[in-house]
């Protein structure tokens, strides 16, 4: 049998337990501490009867900082194979412990809300959850006439006239708003996968990092310079 493929940018599970700790943020290996089918399925084939679990959890231990966490995977349509579909405690996945001393409660708390939908595999929920993000992002850095906007898509496109953000702004937060419409209109719009909603999450990252979280590290960069001056020189 081969070796399972290890990736340490996916959270951890059974088969590749390593990747980012829900405990303490960072990158982590993990001790498979139990693991317990809670479905198990059985195969009639010609020589013998063969059984694999079809529900699995699993309790991971961090090695970084000792403390545990759960994985849950199951089988998912018939389909050969587990999959992991819910993970436990996910108040701080995908970085949101770190994004929090340098973003507002509002962003933060939509960018949450659309994380934890990913970590049931719940995409179109997440991707509504992204696009309020952005709604969130135009309320808290956009101009009046921007906020005053009635629809989403006017905003951006008013933020994008004011040249509020950098210029590829405008086709992120477009991509989020309408992908995220497709998440919150699921009778006019083929359902989304795990995939699509993904990508959204990441450039919500990518947003969040630019506009808060490297200002944020400029600016106590700019106050270290300032101390490290000698007296009498201001
Ligand atoms: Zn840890």
Sequence with gaps: MSQPQRNPDTLPTSGDPSGPCLRC????NFNVVNSWAMLTLTNVSPSRPVSRPAELVTVLQCQGCTRQSVVVEAEIGDQYGLKAVMWWPSDDIADVQ???????????EAYSEGSRCLAVQAPNAAAAMFRTTIAQIVQDKG???AKAKPTLNAAIIQMEQDG????EFGDWAHHIRHTGNAGAHGEAFDPLDMEQATDLQTFIQHIIEFLYVQPARRAAARAATRRAAPPGDV
């Design 164 to 167: 509020t953000m950098w210029s």
């Design 143 to 145: 101009s009046d006439d």
């Design 98 to 108: 770190s994004f929090a001393a340098t973003v507002p409660s509002d962003v933060l």
């Design 25 to 28: 943020g960072r990158t982590s």
